[in-house]
């Protein structure tokens, strides 16, 4: 079974940076060979894509409201994803989830979701 467990998540303020950790664990999943992403849900509000990374870190992609204010990285070695957030937002505001891609370009999900970790950022 595969675990992911979301951390870094914290209380800022507009306009701060936020770097976020997803370690990822499973004897039978072999983490360089999947693309991951990260999404957020707001609350009242539908689970939503924040960014992709593919399976080496060489692509990746984001959501038009993140675009130029998140990067997301990944460290193989570690199973470990980030995703380093700067210029937060009052509407970035978030519970912040990472899962495993079985599709980089559709980021279609594969597998459980981890716990989270929630963002908020204050105006």
């Known amino acids: 079974q595969v675990q992911l467990v979301e951390s870094g998540g914290g209380l800022v303020q507009a306009g701060d940076s936020l770097s976020l950790s997803c370690v990822v664990s499973?004897?039978?999943?072999?983490?360089?060979?999947?693309?991951m992403g990260w999404f957020r849900q707001a609350e009242g509000k539908e689970r939503e894509f924040v960014a992709a990374i593919n399976w080496n870190g060489e692509n990746t992609r984001y959501a038009d409201s993140v675009k130029g204010r998140f990067i997301l990285s990944r460290d193989n070695a570690k199973n470990t994803v980030y995703l380093h957030m700067n210029s937060l937002k009052p509407e970035d505001t978030a519970d912040y989830y990472c899962?495993?891609?079985?599709?980089?370009?559709?980021?279609?999900?594969?597998?459980?979701w981890g716990r989270g970790t929630q963002v908020t950022v204050s105006s």
């Open positions: 899962a495993a891609l079985s599709n980089f370009w559709l980021g279609t999900v594969t597998g459980s």
């Open positions: 499973g004897r039978t999943f072999t983490f360089s060979a999947y693309a």
